[in-house]
């Protein structure tokens, strides 16, 4: 049987999150991809020219939200997947904790990195 | 064992209205059924349910109508108290959230349906126990109930190869009760549906009439008016007079194909037809291949409903005390010789409410109709061909007749009983049941069809017997417990049997033309001798065919019979 | 044949009383056995001379828990003469009523409206009485549905899709009703109009078994269940208290957001019902409802 | 006691050869999610050598560029981000109840434009210097 909703965790907020950070990230995927094998080709990639992007602040702040809304979003698409495999109990308990601990290193490791490519850090 | 307050037999809607009845009196309700509720046929219906809702229609025209329709084989205590309670069943549905039609100030819709005066079809669409067959793991319980069992599993078409009704709709209630001493009542009352599919025997619902939809034979002629059917009502008269028209204009080579006539919607238009109708169109698409926005759909009459059934009376309850009927297994003589389109929805909710409560124990007024041999009144003459009834001794069924001993004791051994015969039938070795059904069938739609001749009828009886002894050579080739739905099959092979002879049995007894029963040699309505019922009592076997007089004294008036004219 | 059933009885007779009624019946049992091989026989001999043009070839699954070689399950042919507007069902019926009784399958009203014979089709869920032969492609298989336990050949186990339509509370259940007992709630058209394919499900289950995701998930509701609630939360007699409700069920984890709009629900379901639509709407309902309160 | 046959997940899966459009739509977005996050640590990896000093990095993501086989694998990865994309775009489509009718005409679009799009920028990503 089928269990009652119980506590408060519904669902919705995910899936809502889920689609507001594609929206996001069509654009700056996109964008990112363009600049980064058309609009530069990535073999000529320095850091020099890395550096100069991402001082300037609107660079820099787009580059960091596009590393946060992707690690949300592939780690939260990843965790549905597993539930709608049918994950459950303490597995499933663990499975989320594994990937919050993974996105939280995964975002101040890219946060380190940023700062050390706008200069920050050197 | 298990033990109960009320047993329904049947998840119909006849059955869950009783259940729901038995449960608002306080009992402990028990639900045996074949299906899962949502299965029943009941889900079936197509057309809609009657009801006097509106000012300027009332209970009263409601009841004449049904009465009329009848063709004054109705009683009217019955007639009275469904047309009464009808509009609080249906608005009780309403309540319980069926999803009628609506018209714009978000009252449910009602349209003209056959022989009604006013448009008032909403559509949307001592018995101490008994035996279960657990289907699923092969297992026999008893059940005991406490108050009573009711019988609510819906129609015996299965007993003609050409019918609407579902390969569950077998009789078994009849065949139960019939068996356990309640009698079955004007079993030759079959109602043929005009409008059914030709291949597959599927409905399309009274409701094209009803919007305007018309019959055409091969020649292009709407028959109903051009052949003076129906002069006024045409296409909407009553199912006996369309089905006769069909069959009529078949016989006399006017038949499309030889065997059945269109149904045109064409002219009510697409928009017309895809709000009110779409189902239809699905319906002639899948079961036919036929697309009604382009063409007219093929139609030819099938068995439809029963409108006898197990002897009961205005509460339910049959001549054996605690056992009940309800739906379209009982015969309360609602619809007499001829039922309503519409009316048997209605019928389901007032007649199973009512028998809940009284099995439940709820003081309600007395009966006036009486039940049982002791109400009828004149024995009946017929010289059937050959025996009809058990081919050996009586094999000691449900027994009913165990006031004197303890309950649970007559249920043990009913349920030693049961187990002993399918074991029997499981082990033993014989021909497959399917041939003996196929049998039946057939000989039923030849001789006892729309059309009823002294010695077609008097064949079907020799084929009945005839498969009868066959049957005593039936065995399950399938050895398994689990699901095995070969023995469910060989055992309401039985129960088709029994009613197939009862409708036969009936129609050879009844000597004239009345509503949905019509005899070649008879052409006309007798009312003088024919206002009575056949009733029929199974006696240990060996048949007994009897007649009780019907009641036309209603509350508001006598109903004094007319022509029925359309 | 019939040298053979006096022979049985004379057996019968000689069997002492102390014999265990167990050993006779499996005695008998295993005679049966041997007669049914015996009518197998026949039974080929009888298809063989089925012309190969007007016949179809069906490919039945076949398993029984208890029954001696078929604990494994197989696929059984039968060759059935074709008709035109011939269903599956049929054909089964055909199959059953003339080679084998013991060939289980449920059905009942041939109309597609009883939802009893969901099959597995050419691997496709569709309802037996309502798939015309024509339209298949020859050998057909047929097997039960995907994603349930066979009880027996063709029939599975309805329980959990039962279970999962019981869990939305599948039933009329409005904040107030009229005074008078014998006024009716008002509905609008549209309203109406807006329930009027949902109230069509029947239960058959071909859509939660076409479902990756109900497969995966064993708590995901399913799309039949789903569109139950929807048919209530969307029926505007019942009112705004009982709406949020409903919608709190379907919002729990394993409700809808466990939809990834496959739409196989939506291509499998006899009554045409738009399920994948149902559903979504149900999660934008359930989105601007909570955001209502944030 | 009746017994039944569980099936099996196995079996389950082996019916992708019955599968519908909506059903290879969710098998190949859920394939290309995976390989992105997949792509996004490993992104990540590569670009922490930034922390190590501007020549280190240099020279890491143009000693990668100067592999053919990096330069495979990006446009494997730039086919499996153009389906994600325009897969991603018709699911939100779908979210919205907008052209559900044209579900499987816009999985099938989906396919041929990614198509299209990565046989357009063959040239630009295996050209450019190599060395
Ligand atoms: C196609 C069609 C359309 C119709 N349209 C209309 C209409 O528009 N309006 C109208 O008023 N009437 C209509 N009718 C008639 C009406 O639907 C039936 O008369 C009515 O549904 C019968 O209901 P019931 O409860 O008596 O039986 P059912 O609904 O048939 O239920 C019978 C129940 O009994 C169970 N059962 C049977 N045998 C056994 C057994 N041996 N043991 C245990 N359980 C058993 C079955 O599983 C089932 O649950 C239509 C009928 C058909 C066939
Ligand atoms: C650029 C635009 C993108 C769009 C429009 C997009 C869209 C979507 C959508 C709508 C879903 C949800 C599918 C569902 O729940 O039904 C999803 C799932 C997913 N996305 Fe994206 N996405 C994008 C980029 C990315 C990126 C950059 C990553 C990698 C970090 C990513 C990884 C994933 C993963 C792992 C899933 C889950 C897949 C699964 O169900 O197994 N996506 N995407
Ligand atoms: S929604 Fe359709 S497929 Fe699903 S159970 Fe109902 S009728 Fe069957
Ligand atoms: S198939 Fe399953 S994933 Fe959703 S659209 Fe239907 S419920
Ligand atoms: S037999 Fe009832 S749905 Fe097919």
Sequence with gaps: MAKHYSSFERGGRRWLLQRLTAVFLIGVLAFHFLLLHFANHAANITFAGTQARMSQIGYFATMWLFLVTATFHGVNGVYNALINQGIEGTRKTAVKWVLVAASLLLIAQGTRVALAMNGFLQ | MYEHDVIVVGAGGAGLRAAIAADEEGADVALVTKLHPVRSHTGAAEGGINAALREGDSWDLHAYDTVKGSDYLADAPAVDTFAKSAPEEVIQLEHWGMPFSREDDGRVSQRPFGGMSFPRTTYAGACHGCVAYDIKSGEIHGFRANNGVVLATGGLGQAFDHTTNAIANTGDG????????????????????????????????????????????????????????????????????????????????????????????????????????????????????????????????????????????????????????????????????????????????????????????????????????????????????????????????????????????????????????????????????????????????????????????????????????????????????????????????????????????????????????????????????????????????????????????????????????? | MSTRIEQRETETDEQSEEQAAESLGDRRRAEKRERKAEQEAQRE?????????????????????????????????????????????????????????????????????????????????????????????SPVRIEPLPHQEVVKDLVVDMEHFYDQMHAVEPYFDADELPDDGLEEQRQTRENREKVKMSTRCIWCGACMSSCNIAAGDNEYLGPAAINKAYRFAMDEREGERRKQERLRIIEQEHGVWRCQTQFSCTEVCPKDIPLTEHIQELKREAVKNNLKFW | MSQSYDRGTVEDFGRWREFSAGMWAWIFHKFTGWVLVGYLFTHIAVLSTALGGAELYTSTLQGLEALLVVRFLEVGLLAVAVFHILNGVRLLMVDLGVGLEAQDTSFYASMVLTGAIVVASVPTFLGGPLA
């Design chain 2, 174 to 566: 009849c065949a139960m009760a019939y068996r356990a001493g309640a009698p079955m009542e004007d079993m030759e009352m079959i109602q043929f549906h005009p409008t059914t599919l030709p291949s597959t025997g599927v409905l399309i619902s009274e409701g094209v009439r009803g919007e305007g939809g018309i019959l055409y034979n091969d020649e292009g002629e709407r028959f109903m008016y051009e052949h003076g059917y129906a002069n006024n009502a045409g296409e909407l008269a009553s199912r006996d007079v369309v089905s006769r028209a069909e069959l009529t204009e078949v016989n006399e080579g006017r038949g499309i194909e030889d065997e059945y006539v269109d149904l045109d919607m064409r002219h009510l238009g697409e928009d017309r037809i895809l709000d009110r109708l779409e189902n239809i169109l699905h319906l002639a698409e899948d079961f036919e291949g036929v697309d009604g926005l382009d063409e007219p759909m093929p139609v030819k009459p099938g068995q439809h409903y029963a409108m006898g059934g197990v002897e009961c009376d205005e509460n339910g309850e049959t001549c054996i005390s605690g056992l009940y009927a309800a739906g379209e297994t009982a015969c309360v003589s609602l619809h007499g010789a001829n039922r309503l389109g519409g009316n048997a929805l209605p019928e389901l909710m007032v007649f199973g409410a009512r028998a809940g409560w009284h099995a439940a124990g709820k003081e309600m007024k007395a009966a006036e109709i009486g039940t049982g041999p002791s109400a009828g009144s004149e024995d009946g003459d017929v010289e059937p061909p050959v025996e009809p009834g058990a081919i050996d001794s009586p094999d000691g069924d449900v027994a009913a007749d165990g006031a004197a001993i303890e309950p649970t004791a007559v249920i043990e051994n009913a349920v030693e009983n049961e187990r002993e015969r399918v074991e029997t039938l499981l082990e033993d070795d014989g021909i497959n049941h399917a041939n003996v059904r196929a049998d039946v069938q057939q000989t039923m739609t030849e001789n006892v069809n729309v059309f009823r001749e002294e010695g077609a009828v008097r064949s079907a009886l020799r084929d009945i017997r005839q498969a009868r002894k066959e049957y005593e050579n039936v065995a399950v080739a399938d050895p398994s417990r689990t699901y095995n739905t070969d023995l469910i099959h060989t055992i309401e092979t039985r129960n088709i049997l029994d009613v197939a002879e009862a409708i036969t049995l009936g129609a050879l007894a009844r000597e004239e033309f009345r509503g949905a029963h019509w005899r070649a040699e008879h052409q006309e309505r007798k009312d003088d001798e024919w206002i009575k019922h056949t009733m029929l009592a199974w006696n240990d076997g060996t048949p007994e065919l009897y007649y009780k007089p019907v009641n036309l004294d209603g509350d508001e008036e006598t109903y004094e019979p007319k022509e029925r004219s359309y």
């Design chain 3, 45 to 137: 001999a009888e298809e063989a001379t089925l012309d190969d043009e007007e016949t179809v070839l069906l490919k039945v699954f076949r398993y029984d828990p208890e029954v001696e070689g078929k604990q494994e399950p197989r696929f059984d042919d039968f060759r059935v003469p074709f008709h035109k507007g011939m269903t599956v069902l049929d054909a089964l019926i055909y199959a059953r009523d003339t080679y084998d009784s013991s060939l289980t399958f449920r059905h009942s009203c041939r109309q597609a409206v009883c939802g009893s014979d969901a099959l597995f089709v050419n691997g496709s869920q569709m309802l037996g009485c309502k798939t015309q032969l024509a339209d298949l492609e």
